[in-house]
């Protein structure tokens, strides 16, 4: 069975899957690669660094023939940032964590798709209003940031795609498998962005040593917690914590964030620490499907394997 959704026929492509646009994670080989597989590839240009997208999309402009996009963190950039991933002429933006707004008129006036992930419902409600072509509605299941009163991923994408009408929805968090696609697609999603699952791959941008910390991981391993932004001094707005892996300094300072702000020799100690890439301190991001993450595996292949575990488990149902 052919898994044609909204999303498939909008961005021509051949399966319901796009790859989250992890910010320094996600770069062009990665995003080639699940486009090369027949999803929608996206690079993480994150706070838009012009000299690490220039590479980046230069990378996925020479690897791939089928659409791929650029993903911002939207607190952190300004317009200019939009204007100029627009220039490698992208399938898609997408947009997460903070009004589009400023952004979406840009968007709109080139031929590349808007994408809005939204955490919360007054964000989906917001992404409709300003015309989002394709709504990812991101669950609490999901590695990285996350909103701070999130839904489940099952609760949460039924009433996006409720509220959405014909807008396009993608399902995101927890998904790592072809279950967790056929269960978007059931719950009246058009495909899933898929995050975590796409760390374990050669494509990625992911050290040796995250990616061992990923396969020896399960769900009941990770966190949401704002701790390890605070020791490492990041800017994140407060509503957005993070879901990682549990290390030391998560273990040490749970439930004492105000007090961490406050220790300037320990915050100068962990900044030490990441940067020599410590996972005791640094933080892994993962979602609750991490258990999922059993192999490493090119994107391509991960693309193609989640679609036919989905169609079978679509047949299974059927029958």
């Known amino acids: 069975m052919a898994l044609r959704t909204s999303f498939t026929n909008l961005m021509s492509i051949a399966h319901p899957i796009a790859s989250a646009p992890m910010g320094g994670e996600a770069g062009g080989a990665l995003a080639a690669a699940v ?84 955490t919360d419902l007054d964000e989906a409600r917001r992404a409709v209003d300003v015309g989002a072509d394709i709504i990812v509605a991101q669950g609490s299941d999901a590695g990285g940031h996350c909103g701070e009163h999130g839904l489940g991923t099952m609760s949460f994408v039924t009433a996006v795609v409720d509220l959405a009408g014909s807008t396009p929805v993608l399902a995101a968090g927890g998904i790592g498998d072809g279950r967790g696609l056929a269960a978007a697609l059931t719950l009246g999603a058009a495909g899933a962005l898929i995050g975590t699952r796409f760390q374990a791959t050669p494509e990625a941008l992911v050290s040796a040593e995250i990616v061992k910390a990923l396969l020896d991981a399960d769900g009941e391993d990770t966190e949401v917690n704002r701790t390890l932004d605070i020791a490492r001094g990041s800017a994140w707005p407060h509503r957005y914590p993070a879901r990682t892996l549990r290390n030391e300094v998560l273990e040490r300072w749970r439930d004492r964030d105000d007090e961490l702000r406050s220790d300037t020799a320990t915050l100068a100690e962990y900044i030490d620490a990441a940067a020599r890439g410590d996972l005791s301190v640094a933080p892994v991001w993962a979602g609750q499907g991490v258990g999922l993450v059993t192999s490493v595996d090119s994107a391509e292949d991960i693309v193609r394997r989640i679609v036919d575990e989905a169609e079978q488990a679509l047949d299974r149902i059927t029958r």
Not at 38 to 59: Q, V, Y
């Open 35 to 118: 486009s090369n597989g027949g999803g929608l590839g996206l690079i993480g240009a994150g706070r838009g660094d012009r000299d690490w997208l220039t590479r980046e999309a230069g990378i996925a402009r020479k690897s791939t023939a089928n659409p791929w996009g650029i993903g911002f963190l939207v607190w952190a950039i300004d317009p200019d940032a939009v204007a100029f991933a627009l220039e490698f002429q992208p399938a898609a933006i997408v947009l997460s964590f903070g009004d589009p707004q400023p952004f979406a008129r840009r968007v709109h006036d080139s031929e590349a798709e808007l994408i809005l992930q939204v």
